[in-house]
């Protein structure tokens, strides 16, 4: 039996509780994937998006971890198709000294069992 979409969610959601960011973009991201930003920034492919956060990770001073709220799917073909969501607030100190504890929610377009398009909602002014 294929995994279902929510599972996979969970999976890379939970990978992320646990800090590893990079490992589930290589697990769970298409080549060609985009993470969309609230501002309606995107980056675009696995490799920069990865690039991307491992500069991000850089500027970070200590990862508290994520608390997971819900997970939903409001689409699921079986076959790899549809779309998921996941609300989580992030805890975050970054080396500057500020702090990034958004709430926030991912929703997540998947296509042939790979994350294709992940858009991201918070408050960047947080």
């Known amino acids: 039996m294929n995994e279902s ?4 969610t969970k999976r890379m959601i939970e990978g992320l509780k646990e800090g590893r960011f990079v ?3 290589e697990e769970f991201y298409a080549e060609d994937a985009i993470n969309e930003e609230p501002t309606g920034d995107q980056t675009v492919g696995k490799e920069t998006i990865i690039e991307n956060e491992k500069n991000i990770l850089e500027q970070v001073s200590e990862y508290h971890g994520i608390e997971i709220k819900v997970f939903g799917a409001g689409e699921d073909d079986g076959a790899g198709n549809g779309v998921t969501f996941a609300e989580y607030r992030l805890s975050v100190d970054m080396k500057d000294g500020s702090k990034f504890n958004p709430d926030q929610v991912q929703v997540t377009r998947w296509e042939n069992g790979l994350a294709k398009h992940i858009k991201f909602y918070y408050n960047p002014n947080f």
Do not use: A, T
């Open 5 to 8: 979409l929510l599972d996979k």
């Open 23 to 25: 490992e589930g973009m």
